[in-house]
């Protein structure tokens, strides 16, 4: 039996439609449109796109867009300045500072000055806290793990109990990812590269987690029949019959996996589309906290 293809272009299509409704409504109740401040240190072709991507999204559901642009020569004290007067605009319910940041910036302490009531990304030390501690909510959580469980609701009827594996321990999205699943009642393992016998710990998985960035590594015969796979990784490899020399794999071997498992995502058109949608529904609700 092939598996059921989850679809991440159309659940992140619902989300965008529910927050372009929530921001209309908010405009016509008088309040202030929300708002999203980017910011962009250097000229990096990739954050270039990503960050016009976020601006288009924003211009779709009817989000204001600031964006902000700093040379590769800016200093550390230029770049947390220009975060610290974003937390104190009222017009800004969302900061999104793009990384990489130019080599011998520090990313922490740059993160660190974004203020928790406009950290739409959900990296703050003090958010990824909150998540970690039994009965505490986080303002925000991260925007890819969160795409990653929106999926998960959609297409299981319940998390509890459940045997999750989540291949990958990234601050990004392994970690958070687990924590979630821990809050939502499953029974969760964290492995990595160096976990030993990992075939058969994945193959224990009724929901498989795959992030751990190397293209097409977990294999068909790791996959538990009927297990729900999500698979968050994005890896370049050569192709020679591709216009751009190459094509685009997830961490799972999907031909192979989509003959056992009983759902997965495709890569591309699966986990992505739900990261920028979940930030956007960020924005949204940072402004409504705001009043």
Known sequence: MTAKIIDGKAAAAEVRADVAAGVEARVKAG????????????????????????????????????GHVLPETATQEEVED????????????GILVQLPL?????EEKVLNAISIEKDVDGFHPLNIGRLAQKGRTPQFVPCTPDGVMYLLKKNLPTLEGVEAVVLGRSNIVGMPVALLLVEANATVTICHSRTKNLPEVVRKADVLVAAVGRAEMVKGDWIKPGA?????GTNRVDD??????????????????????????????????MTIAMLLRNTLRSAEMAG
């Open 240 to 273: 020679a019959t591709k216009k751009r020399g190459y094509r685009l794999v997830g961490d799972v071997a999907f031909d192979e996996a989509k003959e056992v498992a009983g759902a997965i995502t495709p890569v591309p058109g699966g986990v992505g589309p």
């Open 228 to 232: 729900v796979v999500i698979d968050v």
């Open 102 to 106: 130019p080599k011998g910036m520090d």
């Open 82 to 93: 220009l975060v610290r007067k974003l937390n104190e605009d009222p017009q800004v319910n």
């Open 31 to 66: 309040k202030s449109r929300p708002g999203l401040a980017t910011v962009l240190v250097g000229e990096n072709p990739a954050s270039q796109v990503y960050v016009h991507m976020k601006q288009k999204a924003c211009a779709e559901v009817g989000i204001e867009s600031f």
